[in-house]
């Protein structure tokens, strides 16, 4: 599926989960360094997960965004569950 082939659903989805995640590591870095840090190994292993979805299994897609689509919409389930 090329890039603009995307379902219009799944466009402009901003933020997306790492940019949340990094956004939130540069808030804590003063105040709290080991929730930092600890922000940072989850935003990895979420890096790590992402780089391993392949475009081309679409179950495997669909599986993730039925599971992760509506967390990632509404801040507060995305910080409970991540």
């Known amino acids: 599926?090329?890039?603009?082939?995307c379902p219009?659903?799944?466009r402009n989805r901003d933020p997306h989960p790492?940019?949340?995640?990094?956004?939130?590591?540069?808030?804590?870095?003063?105040?709290?360094?080991?929730?930092a840090e600890d922000l940072r190994v989850r935003r990895r292993a979420l890096v790590e997960f992402?780089?391993?979805?392949?475009?081309?299994?679409?179950e495997g897609v669909?599986?993730?965004i039925a599971t992760w689509g509506p967390?990632?919409?509404d801040e507060r389930l995305f910080w409970q569950e991540f």
Not at 1 to 5: N, R, S, V
Not at 50 to 58: A, K, L, S, T
């Open 71 to 73: 967390r990632v919409r």
């Open 1 to 5: 599926m090329a890039q603009g082939d």
């Open 50 to 58: 992402q780089h391993g979805v392949q475009v081309e299994d679409r």
């Open 18 to 35: 790492g940019a949340r995640s990094t956004s939130r590591i540069h808030e804590l870095d003063a105040d709290d360094q080991a929730a």
């Open 8 to 10: 219009r659903r799944y």
């Open 62 to 64: 669909e599986a993730i």
